[in-house]
């Protein structure tokens, strides 16, 4: 695929796991990257050497704020809203913010994009949109009820995006990301995500605790399937192609116990004590869906989405990036 250089690009919680990943890539693609973070949940490591790019420019500001928001944007080509609060356990203990963040701050973003004229909106929208849905595999148009205060956030996004599509005439995109992982994702904390987290535990010869009994499945997606699809979305003039949602995932699933033994298994590899590292097994999680699965065949019709990582070597790739920074 090919790809325009020396365009102007707004990322928006940039210096977080997704964000900084699409900063990188952009900077490799020869645009001028613009990085919106508070740095709430984004990480100043994740982009520690981007700072020294002359193409990057960081902006400190929060997206709650209107005005921060229409500063960023002005005089952009592009804007990618990877900023957010993630977590469906932190938006059921604090729903407020969560709304504050990811609906407030959102539809700053659509009003600065509108006035700022940008090309093209593309957002991080979330596969915990389909809810209480049960069919499998997840197909965009289908969904259930949201259960959890994050899962209303991200399709109320979904829905304002396409309001302002039909009323003001933005372009926009949405990726409802599918269990993403990789570099650069924060492996501490209480709201970290499984798989670094679990990475973490393990290397350091602690038992990952599993919720539920492990049977519970997910699409799990390696970061780099993830920015292919950003840069399909930013590329694409095919009518057909924009103001629309897509599942942004590798289209297989795996259990959580898939999870643990392959990530014993390659862990393991380069330190035999971590294939004895007993696993927890705890009570289910409140808000979670059993099962996940996306249908991308609307992406590799609509985008020409091909992705080049499946389960195992994605897994692969973010131990050897994790042993490396653990390693240090």
Same mark, same amino acid.
């Given at each position: 695929?090919?790809?325009?250089? =020396?365009?102007?690009?707004? *990322? ?17 693609? #020869? ?10 949940? =984004? ?35 592009? %804007? ?7 977590? %469906? ?9 969560? +709304?504050?963040? +990811? ?15 940008v090309t093209k ?27 959890s205060p994050y ?27 599918? +269990?993403?992982?990789?570099?650069? &994702? ?25 919720? =539920? ?13 993830? %920015? ?8 694409? #003039?095919?009518?057909?192609?924009? $103001?629309? *949602?897509? $599942? ?8 959580? +116990?898939?999870? !643990? ?25 409140? =808000? ?11 992406? &590799? ?5 091909a992705p080049k ?9 973010? !131990? ?9």
């Open positions: 695929m090919e790809f325009v250089k =020396g365009k102007k690009i707004l *990322v928006t919680g940039g210096a977080g796991f997704i964000g900084s990943n699409l900063c990188e890539k952009l900077l490799k693609l #020869d645009h001028w990257v613009y990085c919106l973070d508070n740095f709430s949940t =984004g990480r100043r490591e994740n982009i520690a050497e981007l700072l020294e790019h002359p193409k990057f420019i960081l902006i400190e500001g929060d997206i709650r704020t209107l005005r921060t928001c229409s500063e960023a944007t002005e005089g952009m080509d592009y %804007v990618f809203h990877e900023a957010a609060l993630g977590s %469906v356990p932190r938006s059921i203990k604090d729903p407020i913010t969560t +709304n504050e963040v +990811n609906i407030t701050g959102f539809l700053n973003m659509l009003m600065a994009a509108k006035e700022a004229n909106f593309i957002y991080a929208a979330s596969s915990s949109t389909y809810g209480d849905s049960t069919s499998l595999p997840k197909v965009e148009d289908q969904i259930g009820k949201p259960l899962a209303i956030t991200k399709y109320v996004n979904e829905l304002y995006a396409d309001i302002f599509h039909r009323t003001y005439g933005l372009n926009t995109v949405g990726l409802r990301y599918f +269990n993403v992982f990789g570099r650069n &994702q924060d492996p501490d904390g209480g709201y970290a995500a499984v798989i670094p987290k679990f990475i973490k535990m393990l290397i350091q010869h602690e038992s990952p605790v599993i919720n =539920g009994d492990g049977s519970f499945s997910r699409d799990f997606t390696y970061i780099e399937n993830v %920015v292919q699809m950003n840069l399909l979305a930013m590329s694409t #003039d095919d009518e057909a192609a924009l $103001n629309q *949602v897509y $599942n942004t995932a590798f289209g297989e699933r795996n259990t959580l +116990n898939d999870l !643990i033994d392959n990530l014993k298994e390659l862990l393991s590899q380069k330190d035999p004590a971590i294939a004895d590292v007993k696993i927890i097994y705890g009570p289910d999680r409140i =808000g979670d869906i059993p099962h996940s699965l996306a249908s991308i065949d609307k992406a &590799q019709k609509l985008l020409g989405y990582f499946d389960f195992k070597s994605g897994l692969k790739h973010t !131990i050897d990036w994790y042993w490396g920074q653990m390693s240090r």
